[in-house]
């Protein structure tokens, strides 16, 4: 199973047509999804078709699930259920997550399983520190556009000349770092307009985030592409571990390396550049 999420498919639980073909799809991770593109009276027939799901063969890709928000009256048969399946399942992704209790909640009824916090909600921007260091299990932080929008009274359009989500994407990747996590960006919504998802998806990249969510399948090729490194950046990271290597071989934490001094904290960028671009198949 890949460790990288470059890009993560959510798939409806409750559609067995889309739960095949996201088997034959290149995404890093697919996410199925019982919570808000499953309706209340398919709830628990698209748990039983998940369960069955997890049994199938998802060769090397992730697979996670997305539960209902807890407090409701779905998530703790959701992760029961769940964590009894096995199968192919490595994480829960636990909704509107505001408080670290929400994340503990889960934890307790889930087995072994990993997980993932939504942060979609004012209150869970606020509290993203505590949820971060909620459970050792934890290893993502996710935004959640859709639902923090509505929490925030963000209109989809309007006059705005900076990006309205900046200081949220900066807050949830600076405390998933912080906390030794995956940042992962949220999904862009308009899958036609591809110009503002490619402009998007580089920003998330700048910014430092390790991937992105999809809502459709021609979205997963794009992501796994630009959450990739270059072959020139890949290279470069290798040359930089090497120049360190025979550093500390002479002593010397710091050395100069094509005109540039690199340290220790070169050392730790060009481990996690590397480590990506091998998930992506460069050597």
């Given at each position: 199973m890949t460790d990288s999420r470059r890009s993560c498919l959510s798939v409806p639980a409750s559609s067995e047509k889309m739960l095949a073909k996201a088997r034959s799809l290149p995404a890093d991770e697919v996410v199925i999804d019982l919570e808000d593109s499953v309706p209340a009276e398919l709830k628990e027939e698209a748990r039983a078709a998940t369960v069955a799901a997890l049994g199938e063969d998802w060769g090397d890709r992730a697979v996670?699930?997305?539960?209902?928000?807890?407090?409701?009256?779905?998530?703790?048969?959701?992760?029961?259920?769940?964590?009894?399946?096995?199968?192919?399942?490595?994480?829960?992704?636990?909704?509107?997550?505001?408080?670290?209790?929400?994340?503990?909640?889960?934890?307790?009824?889930?087995?072994?399983?990993?997980?993932?916090?939504?942060?979609?909600?004012a209150a869970g921007l606020v509290k993203v520190a505590e949820i971060a260091a909620a459970s050792p299990r934890l290893e993502a932080l996710i935004i959640g556009y859709a639902d923090l929008a509505a929490s925030l009274g963000t209109p989809s359009s309007g006059a705005y000349d900076g990006d309205r989500w900046h200081w949220?994407?900066?807050?949830?990747?600076?405390?998933?770092?912080?906390?030794?996590?995956?940042?992962?960006?949220?999904p862009w919504l308009a899958v036609d307009d591809t110009d503002g998802f490619s402009r998007s998806t580089g920003e998330a990249r700048a910014l430092g985030f390790d991937g992105r969510w999809a809502v459709h399948p021609s979205q997963v090729e794009a992501l796994n592409e630009a959450f990739s490194p270059t072959r020139e950046e890949f290279d470069r990271a290798g040359e930089v571990l090497a120049a360190l290597g025979r550093g500390s071989e002479a002593g010397r934490g710091a050395v100069r390396?094509?005109?540039?001094?690199?340290?220790?904290?070169?050392?730790?960028?060009?481990?996690?550049v590397v480590a990506r671009g091998q998930a992506a198949g460069l050597s």
């Open positions: 996670a699930v997305r539960v209902n928000p807890v407090g409701g009256e779905w998530w703790e048969r959701d992760a029961a259920d769940l964590a009894a399946a096995g199968g192919a399942l490595s994480s829960l992704v636990v909704p509107k997550v505001e408080h670290a209790a929400d994340v503990e909640a889960v934890a307790a009824v889930a087995g072994e399983l990993g997980l993932q916090a939504l942060i979609e909600t949220a994407r900066e807050q949830v990747l600076v405390h998933a770092r912080a906390a030794g996590l995956a940042a992962i960006d949220g390396h094509d005109g540039e001094m690199i340290d220790e904290a070169s050392r730790r960028q060009a481990t996690a």
